[in-house]
């Protein structure tokens, strides 16, 4: 018999900054009991997903052994680490353990799904612990920039592995719980087997900065504002919601939150316990009535999202309020990559309207959720790990996170998305490369990425599409002319004439003096129609366009 | 009779960076002679105009007025001054003139599109000035990252205008002309009505550096190297090519140019005397067989283009070379807002390799081409300009070019693409709005934005489409069952049965309980399909596709 062994499998996150999942396993090889950690999502952009809703990870590999798993837990309530839980969750099954906000927005999440919402367990902070299997795992509270991220704890018969999750050390973070040393100074105490670590910030060369410092330089960005103030965060970004509408109370404006994301977060934060004194919001319909000098406005839609309250506002009236010349709009969150140029659009709008607008650039009004280069360090010294695995980033980020701990004297080893490490040995080695991926969450059917539905998106969206009907009748032969038509090519091209028509006269002519053994073939017909049309089309507009041919044979 | 005036409408880079495009005018109101200004393109992203190739200024307004532009002045030859010049050139039809490297690309522009590269007119610096018109027009030399930038020098009938270009105020360019003070303040002696000025900067606070400060800690940078070194940058910057070649040479390294664009701007360089001593190169052939610590290669590809070299070493071996673990990876480039992620995707390729990546987060090895917020102060010092119309930006930049111009007593005006300003009196005033727009090239055609076709595009790319085929007989009957093909979409749905089968079937119930009026209809069919085939998606899959119906009837 073989002896146990202890293993971590990441299937999404590392080598990529969302989308988080983690598996932990125990037992013998091919047996280990399983332990999930986090289902995020990733978010789908018109380069690589058109039209797609959702990315989730490709659990397939967890699902073939739903019945190994012994838990799923939810270290915070960030997209990324939760936004899967439902789509996932009917695959996989298991209980599932978060703290009580995070376990708050997971059930809403279950029930929008049409799922059982008490398949969640609220689980305490540290020390309460809860055992799943061969393991026993606890939420050790971290400062982040949404309440109750927690790092796990897993004790398993090998020793202590800790799942850092995403922290930063925070020692006043507005809401929630500090970065606490001393507790995890106690963590560390039986030794630390392996460390799976936060890389977001490994390139930020300064120390993280606490949320806190935040207050005096909004205030008096708030103060200074003649017009109407408006600003925009993360949603779940309660502690920063706290500072921007304490600042704007402060500076005498009524509070008015605009986007049903930001309203959600902040009942939950509230109806949980964690949000005791926020300031008296007002609703869009009163703030419609209040002097735009006593006003300030909290909109959702941070990195641009068309629909959200602060593009809207970008564009025109939303709910009865208008930005206008001489009024601030403030930007307090980062730009994610990617984003840039939808929240441009948003600034060069307001821009047009006379806004004046603060944004990210001037690094005064926003503070990061994850430790910086320095403050890894010092949990690298504080945790002492045995080895060091980093998550949760770009390769490069993981990469360089490796050769942070080697200057520490830590080992470290990059395990991306796919890679089962075992950690039972003195140093940790890969035992198995697991075909790990993304599926596409597409209205309401789950893809495969590989599946070509969405390389056929891309396609159509780059060289055009034709439609081409043929009928061929009872005795093989054509029946009339072919039709096409054209869509997202252009009407007319070298000859002037319309495109469909220059496409319809070509493929009848080919197709007329074709043999009936193509004819009655419909992979050849389909090829010789697709070469025609495309070889046309490139004579006339100058691309090659996407071809489909239907064929109705009669009788 | 009405009294001469002179006016200034921007047709592109008033609002963008990018697709510059910018006319004068002088003479009775509506009957101007004109010139033109630089003949920009932007770059197409999936976002918004996925399959297009460029996208050029609207010139319809210009077109109609063919007869009345007197010139076309082109200030240097980065993109988005000069490569719409043979995409339009056939609809202006006016002599170019441009200086000596500038007309050496735009000659080569003019061959390739089979127009006659002699219609390009070589300009020597001023003093040497062309006379169009009513206008007298001077190349006056700036620094910038291209071998010779100018501003124009623009003398009419109410005095002098200067047209920036784009510059740097860059006393040791490396290559090219440094920026020349006395020459600057000679031209500002006879009064400038109004500066047209680059805004790009406006938003960065320090001043600018120059090109010559980059080569000590260049150089520092391929000496700590032990492996292989590439190094990429925009394909025009001459001056950080020989930086960069250099700093290679001095570190005991040949060089070698990897990709078309690069070889030909420094080809370009060589000829029109520009470049007498860059480093002997070595060809990739060649290459290959030298001592990896031996070798720096130049790439082109800076913004993560797919096909260009740099994009292709990251993915593998290219013309026979390879980046391996240990080597180096410099970015002496900028991230252009919207390519983030395709460089990021570089970078990360490049981690899985081992090789370490530079970029240009460390702002040591990459100066911008543009005046920064304090250089543009020094600009308009010595200027003095009566009025200040910032361009060459995106409405945020040119909003606070403005301010910044107020703040030392100059007034200031956002004119963006499309507003002709009227520049005759002692204040700038919108004389009229022109419709300005985009235009684009879409394989061998011209197609304008708002026709429609792009949008298709993206439809297709979100939604998926179905192509349906239905034949009507000569009866005004059904003849069979409906036909469906479905594109970009999943193939199975809730019922999991294939989707095309599904659509063909509730169609086919659909269109046969239609009556015959419905049947007789193109476009009442055409809705009831389209109704139909949506309703059923919109069950299966939860997505409403595009639909295009082919309708064929016989007789």
Not at 452 to 480: F, K, P, Q, T, Y
Request: charged share 25%.
């Amino acid at each position: 018999m073989k002896s146990d062994r202890l293993i971590y499998l990441p299937l999404g996150g590392a080598g990529e900054v969302g989308m988080n999942c983690y598996v932990y396993g125990y037992g013998p090889e091919g047996a280990e009991r399983l332990i999930v950690v986090d289902l995020g999502v990733t978010f789908p952009d018109m380069d690589g997903t058109p039209g797609v809703d959702l990315i989730l990870p490709d659990i397939a590999w967890l699902a073939e052994r739903a019945d190994r798993i012994e838990a799923i837990f939810i270290t915070h309530g960030h997209e990324d680490h939760i936004g899967a839980l439902a789509h996932l969750w009917p695959r996989l099954k298991a209980p599932v353990y978060a703290r009580a906000f995070t376990a708050h927005l997971g059930r809403m999440k279950m029930e929008e799904a049409g799922l059982d919402p008490m398949r969640i367990k609220t689980v305490a902070a540290w020390p309460e612990t809860v055992t799943a299997g061969p393991f026993t795992v606890g939420f050790v509270p971290v400062s982040h920039s949404i309440p109750e991220s927690a790092g796990l704890a897993i004790d398993t018969p090998q020793g202590r592995v800790v799942h850092s999750a995403d922290f930063k050390l925070d020692p006043t973070p507005v809401v929630g719980e500090p970065f606490d040393r001393d507790l995890w100074a106690e963590i560390a105490r039986p030794g630390i087997r392996a460390l799976t670590c936060d890389s977001t910030n490994v390139f930020v060369a300064h120390p993280g900065r606490s949320e806190a410092s935040l207050a005096e330089e909004i205030e008096r960005l708030v103060r200074s504002a003649k017009g109407l103030v408006a600003a925009t965060t993360f949603a779940s970004n309660v502690a920063r919601l706290k500072t921007l509408a304490e600042a704007g109370q402060r500076a005498g404006r009524s509070v008015c939150l605009l986007g049903r994301a930001m309203r959600r977060m902040i009942t939950a934060a509230v109806e949980t316990g964690i949000l005791t004194d926020f300031p008296k919001t007002v609703t869009p319909e009163d703030a419609a009535e209040i002097p735009r000098e006593n006003l300030m406005l909290l909109s959702s839609g941070s990195q641009g999202e068309r629909r959200a309250a602060t593009a809207q506002l970008s564009r025109g009236k939303y709910l009865g309020l208008e930005m206008k010349e001489g009024d601030l709009f403030l930007f307090s969150s980062k730009t994610i990559p990617g984003n840039e140029k939808s929240v441009l659009r948003i600034i060069n709008n307001f821009s047009e309207m006379g806004v004046d607008v603060v944004d990210d650039a001037s690094d005064r009004y926003h503070v990061s959720g994850h430790a910086n280069r320095p403050d890894l360090v010092e949990m690298h010294a504080l945790l002492q790990p045995q080895m060091l695995i980093p998550m949760h980033g770009e390769h490069r980020m993981l990469r360089a996170h490796v050769k942070l701990g080697q200057d520490a004297g830590i080992p470290g080893f990059v395990a991306p998305n796919g890679a089962m490490v075992d950690l039972s040995g003195n140093a940790p080695r890969i035992a198995e490369y697991i075909e790990a991926g993304r599926t596409y969450l597409d209205g309401a059917v789950q893809i495969g990425a590989l599946d070509g539905v969405v390389r056929d998106r891309i396609r159509m969206a780059l060289n055009g599409h034709v439609m081409a009907s043929v009928i061929i009748d009872e005795d093989g032969e054509m029946l009339g002319d072919p039709w096409c038509e054209v869509r997202g090519l252009a009407e007319t091209g070298r000859s002037k004439a319309p495109l469909a028509e220059v496409l319809e006269h070509d493929l009848g002519r080919v197709l007329a003096s074709a043999g009936a053994r193509l004819l009655a073939d419909d992979d050849k017909l389909e090829d010789a129609a697709k070469r025609a049309i495309r070889r046309t089309a490139m004579d006339e507009i100058g691309k090659k366009p996407e071809v489909t041919l239907v064929v109705s044979r009669l009788g």
